[in-house]
T-cell receptor, first 114, second 117 residues
């Protein structure tokens, strides 16, 4: 079946540091890939998405590139801020596979220190 | 445009009781999905409703049930509550069905925090 694996947290960085959160997936079909973010006390929000290989999703300084050859969709940001502290979820939606629902990773908690 | 609204925000129940949670999707969205979020298991899919029909179901016991009304609003019911049901329950709406054939992203509510004592 389809699955998403993302790096375990928590990840703690200083403000202005470079961020990478790793995400790899397995899928039987042609997935679309997503990053969602959950701020404290809130539900998840879509951060960015990519629908086909080599697409790059970007939003709020975050980027992720859909790499079919390595089945990865790593989240990056060049200079993090304290306000980026949140839990980040990698997810996939498989358009032709058996799992016709969105599959989420377990989430990575990010702490940014001022 | 108003976002996804979940009520109530917090609930405290005792074992054996039942509970009903409510979700109002974004206007025009026809799909409503429910997720259980716990620190140990992360986000687990409960079920998805589209046009008043359950389209997909996760691996939860029959104590967990739901329904969707003609205005797309959805309710989730948990009967015979257990301590392990304590969690944040998230509702999400989307324009079309998630997964196969559709790329509609999910729009989440802020959740209902259920505590079972």
């Amino acid at each position: 079946g389809n699955s998403v694996t993302q790096m375990e947290g928590p990840v703690t960085l200083s403000e202005e540091a470079f961020l990478t959160i790793n995400c790899t997936y397995t899928a039987t079909g042609y997935p679309s890939l997503f990053w969602y973010v959950q701020y404290p006390g809130e539900g998840l929000q879509l951060l960015l998405k990519a629908t086909k290989a080599d697409d790059k999703g970007s939003n709020k300084g975050f980027e992720a590139t859909y790499r079919k050859e390595t089945t990865s969709f790593h989240l990056e940001k060049g200079s993090v801020q304290v306000s980026d502290s949140a839990v980040y979820f990698c997810a996939l939606s498989d358009r032709r596979g058996r799992d016709d629902k969105i599959i989420f990773g377990k989430g990575t908690r990010l702490h940014i220190l001022p | 445009k108003a976002g996804v609204t979940q009520t109530p925000r917090y609930l405290i129940k005792t074992r054996g009781q039942q509970v009903t949670l409510s979700c109002s999707p974004i206007s025009g969205h026809r799909s409503v999905s429910w997720y259980q979020q716990t620190p140990g298991q992360g986000l687990q899919f409960l079920f998805e409703y589209f046009s008043e029909t359950q389209r997909n179901k996760g691996n939860f016991p029959g104590r967990f049930s739901g329904r969707q009304f003609s205005n797309s609003r959805s309710e989730m019911n948990v009967s015979t509550l257990e301590l392990g049901d304590s969690a944040l329950y998230l509702c999400a709406s989307s324009l079309g069905m998630t997964g196969r054939g559709w790329n509609s992203p999910l729009h989440f509510g802020n959740g209902t925090r259920l505590t079972v004592t």
